[in-house]
């Protein structure tokens, strides 16, 4: 995308298309089922399998994986286009189209109520990136995840795998003022929390040190911890304006 190489895509073309074939077999009915660490660390979990101060957040395990099932399915499409490779695309396609069924009929209703799990900022924010919502209810799965964002007091509740999806899906949606008051919130969760309590880094949470309380008690507290770094993308694409002449966003 930024360089124009398809050597990596050569490279990889056939281990994608294996993985594919393995996450169908880790699948049920093309609903994944997956091990997974879910939206890790995300703020004020109440997951009860991890407990209170559990570290998966709240967006169902199979929903993430699905989505991510969709999402590698796409990205092999794009890269079959690329290379020419056609004799695989219209089984990848029709591959893609049931992932995305299936994903709808156990995730949603009609009116992208959550089935399955809590509605959270990160599982909305799955299916606007990966557009896995019907088209014409993309404006519903907006209005949800602003919603979500609303109810948080305009906060990020977004653990690892949401977060890096919350500015261009904003953005797509014409709410860049959304993310401005998103990245200049002071309080917790939030990027200024971090700087205000010290940080001259990207921490592993949102709260691995506060001035008054010292450092986070919890294991796995990385001071120096890209994850949430990923605002920086950002910076360059959405406030400057400069991206890839392709985006597969």
């Not at 399915?73 to 890269?79: A, D, P, Y």
């Not at 992208?112 to 014409?136: D, I, K, S, W």
């Not at 998103?182 to 506060?210: D, H, M, Q, V």
């Not at 008054?212 to 950002?234: C, I, K």
């Amino acid at each position: 995308m930024v360089t124009g190489d398809e050597t990596i895509l050569a490279d990889n073309y056939q281990m994608m298309k294996g993985w594919l074939k393995y996450h169908e077999k880790k699948s049920n009915n093309l609903i994944s089922t997956m091990t997974t660490f879910g939206d890790w660390l995300q703020p004020y979990p109440s997951n009860l399998k991890d407990g209170e101060n559990g570290n998966r957040g709240n967006t169902d395990f199979s929903l993430i994986g699905t989505a991510y099932f969709a999402r590698s399915v796409e990205l092999t499409i794009k890269t079959a286009e690329v290379l020419n490779k056609t004799e695989d695309l219209e089984q990848l396609k029709r591959l893609h189209a049931d992932i995305k069924a299936a994903y709808m009929a156990k995730f949603y209703d009609e009116n992208l109520n959550v089935l399955a799990g809590q509605p959270t900022q990160t599982g909305y924010l799955l299916g606007l990136a990966y557009n896995l919502f019907p088209v014409e209810k993309r404006d519903i799965g907006i209005a949800k995840l602003i919603e979500l964002i609303r109810i948080a007091d305009t906060h990020l509740r977004t653990g690892f795998l949401g977060t890096p999806l919350l500015t261009q899906v904003l953005q797509d949606a014409g709410r860049s003022d959304i993310i401005y008051e998103l990245l200049f919130k002071e309080s917790y969760p939030s990027w200024f929390y971090s700087i205000n309590n010290g940080a001259t880094t990207t921490w592993e949470r949102w709260n691995s040190y506060s001035i008054d309380e010292g450092f986070n008690p919890q294991g796995m507290n990385s001071l120096n911890h890209y994850a949430y770094g990923t605002v920086s993308r950002w910076f360059y694409e959405g406030i400057l304006g400069i991206t890839p002449a392709k985006a597969w966003l």
